[in-house]
């Protein structure tokens, strides 16, 4: 077990819709990243958050939003879901006190667009 | 568009056997490198981290990495079923503010007894 919880496990969604998804990190870190994966492919990553601003950003549309509050727990919205949102949603905490940062994963949550 | 590749498997070897998992990547401004095992509906789990040229071992794990080549690898030895996994080959920059790691697609490992 990493320390890394994120809710909820599952989500089934229908398309237009909005959700949220949350994570909190492992005790002592500061930097949870989002990525997003698709049934066969690897993690792709969504953005990071610092202290709570966003520390970069993948190739995703603004629609992906989040924010990371004064404990360091994350939330990762997604407005308008589209059929290809489908995918295992995977949050990552890590330290960045040094330059070799390792990222721990959480458990995921599968969302499900119908 | 930094890409990293592995070969596309699956691979599948009997049990005590050396398992090879390969993978390159185009950034040479790389700096750290991952390898993740994942269970069929699970998340990833570090497994080893490497970030100097030459052999890093854990185990039944080795690490091996040539940024000359752009290239790492993992060998697992005395493979076991419980070792029938997806493995994440994942690259991170370093350094800096980006800390963002990209992934392969993965190679899917069976290991039969």
């Known amino acids: 077990e990493t320390g890394v919880t994120q809710s909820p496990t599952h989500l089934i969604k229908t398309r237009g819709q909005q959700v949220t998804l949350r994570c909190s990190s492992q005790?002592?870190?500061?930097?949870v990243s989002w990525y997003q994966q698709a049934l066969g492919q690897g993690p792709q990553f969504i953005f990071q958050?610092?202290?709570?601003?966003?520390?970069g950003r993948g190739n995703f549309p603004p629609r992906f939003s989040g924010l990371q509050f004064p404990n360091y727990s994350s939330e990762l919205n997604v407005n308008a879901l589209e059929l290809d949102d489908s995918a295992l949603y995977l949050c990552a905490s890590s330290t960045r006190t040094t330059r070799w940062d390792t990222q721990y994963f959480g458990p995921g949550t599968r969302l499900t667009v119908l | 568009q930094k890409e990293v590749e592995q070969n596309s498997g699956p691979l599948s070897v009997p049990e005590g056997a050396i398992a090879s998992l390969n993978c390159t990547y185009s950034?040479?401004?790389?700096?750290?490198f991952f390898w993740y095992r994942q269970y069929s509906g699970k998340s990833p789990e570090l497994i080893m981290s490497?970030?100097?040229?030459g052999d890093k071992e854990d185990g039944r794990f080795t690490a091996q990495l040539n940024k000359a080549s752009q290239y790492v690898s993992l060998l697992i030895r005395d493979s076991q079923p419980s070792d029938s996994a997806t493995y994440l080959c994942?690259?991170?920059?370093?350094?800096?503010?980006?800390?963002?790691?990209?992934f392969g697609k993965g190679t899917l490992l069976t290991v039969n007894p």
């Open positions: 950034d040479r401004g790389s700096q750290s």
């Open positions: 994942a690259v991170n920059e370093g350094g800096g503010s980006n800390y963002k790691l990209t």
């Open positions: 490497i970030y100097s040229n």
């Open positions: 958050y610092y202290r709570e601003e966003e520390n």
């Open positions: 005790s002592g870190h500061n930097t």
